[in-house]
């Protein structure tokens, strides 16, 4: 660190203790000045106004294409990593290839409270999604989150709780209850959730994810049970990245690329694709505002600290609908419907077991148009298509299931009004985890 900490851009303390600095600027959120493009109120911003926006994890999607990106829409202002190679990675493709220099931090709390961005990207691992957001939250920004939304249902109330005590806007940056066909599906949402609502194939239903819909792609991202002892890089702020999560001796394979391996960070291929499968599945059965009652897992024991392989999760609703997961050993079993209900089935591919079905539906009204423009959102104040609200619906059947999946339980009953695990303590533990030394929500 030493003298090399006043180049490559960094933004550093002179005058102050950093530590004091940023407890100051955290107790103060809710009255620090924010741009008048973020102030909120419908018609308040001119159009022309352009945005900002700083990306928190340059290392994976925060680098993609899609992300790291200046338009006249918004110009990409700041990026933090605490991986100095990420970071000083990312300074210089927004030079050469954005054209453009940007901010550059090694701790996420500066580039919140200085960098002077309206929205934050947050593309870290997920144990620092709701920390983070939270925190965006209280200082006025808008949030840009990847999935899984939270690594837990404790932090995703308390996403849910900040956005909307501070009027944020969030998007959650899975996008398939609104556009693009499904992993492997072959349709989008629009025609299912109209078919669905038609009522031609009866209720309740169930819906099954498997390998033949694509949900076995990174189904096998799990961890290693025994990991060795490494020196930690010259270049990665090692405690930093832990943040929240215990401490356990660095080992290449906990961070970067493969840390969705590890219960601390993540939860496997569950967790890491689960959101992209079960979001458009919550919105075509209509149940952006309701949890299950109950979910079911059939897996193996899991390692303490690795994840590891699963076979099936059913999750159920009060009325009957089921969501099934299937993983290992279900990926090759045949054609298997995808929607199935009392009175018909649909295929992959849209293949109906309902005679005529596209002339039928063609008659039928299409669903309620959706938000799916962040930046308006932004710049009018109404909420995103994918929001901290559907967003924590969706997320805690993820979340459900890995804290089955963990404990080894078989079956776990959910209590929809309290966010709780009916008669199971161990399992209500995992819904709000304690924090490592200083940081908490």
């Given at each position: ?168 806007i969030l998007r959650l940056n899975t996008w398939f ?60 702020n090692y405690d930093m990245w832990l943040g929240p ?73 009060a009325d009957g609908c089921q969501i099934v997961l ?116």
């Amino acid at each position: 660190m030493g003298e090399n900490r006043h180049q490559n851009n960094h933004f550093y303390l002179n005058s102050m203790d950093r530590r004091h600095f940023i407890q100051t600027l955290g107790a103060a959120g809710l009255f620090s000045i924010v741009p008048r493009k973020v102030l909120g109120g419908k018609g308040f911003i001119a159009p022309s106004d352009q945005l900002t926006k700083a990306v928190i994890g340059v290392g994976g999607i925060g680098r993609s294409s899609s992300h790291f990106s200046t338009s006249e829409a918004y110009r990409l202002l700041a990026v933090c990593d605490v991986d100095k190679k990420h970071l000083q990675s990312a300074v210089d493709a927004a030079k050469s290839q954005l054209k453009i220099d940007v901010k550059a931090f090694d701790d996420w709390r500066e580039l919140i409270h200085q960098s002077g961005a309206d929205i934050i990207h947050i593309a870290t691992p997920p144990h620092w999604h709701g920390l983070m957001a939270v925190e965006a939250a209280k200082a006025g920004k808008d949030i840009w989150l990847e999935k899984p939304m939270t690594r837990t249902i404790g932090e995703g109330k308390a996403v849910k709780a900040a956005v909307e005590r501070y009027g944020r806007i969030l998007r959650l940056n899975t996008w398939f209850r609104f556009t693009d066909t499904f992993y492997g599906l072959g349709t989008p949402v629009k025609p299912l959730k109209k078919l669905i609502d038609s009522g031609l194939l009866g209720w309740p239903l169930k819906v099954t994810v498997s390998g033949a819909t694509g949900f076995a792609w990174k189904f096998f991202w799990v961890g290693k049970d025994y990991l060795e002892k490494q020196p930690i890089p010259a270049e990665l702020n090692y405690d930093m990245w832990l943040g929240p999560a215990p401490y356990k001796p660095y080992n290449v394979h906990r961070t970067h690329q493969t840390f969705r391996g590890y219960w601390d960070y993540d939860g496997g291929g569950l967790t890491d694709m689960g959101q992209h499968y079960l979001d458009p599945v919550q919105y075509m059965l209509g149940k952006d505002k309701e949890f299950p009652v109950k979910v079911e897992i059939d897996a193996p024991q899991q390692h303490y600290d690795a994840v590891g392989i699963w076979h099936k999760i059913t999750y159920t609703y009060a009325d009957g609908c089921q969501i099934v997961l299937e993983g290992e050993g279900y990926e090759s079993q045949g054609k298997l419907a995808y929607i199935e209900g009392p009175k018909g089935k649909v295929y992959k591919g849209f293949e109906c077991t309902i005679p005529d079905v596209w002339n039928k539906l063609n008659e039928l009204p299409d669903p309620e148009p959706q938000r799916t423009d962040f930046l308006e959102c932004v710049r009018t104040r109404q909420k995103f298509a994918l929001n901290e609200d559907n967003g924590h619906h969706s997320c805690t059947l993820v979340n459900m299931g890995a804290v089955g999946l963990r404990l080894g339980r078989r079956e776990l009953n959910f209590d929809p009004n309290t966010q709780t695990f009916i008669g199971d303590a161990a399992a209500n533990a995992l819904i709000d985890q304690p924090m490592r030394g200083e940081w908490k929500i």
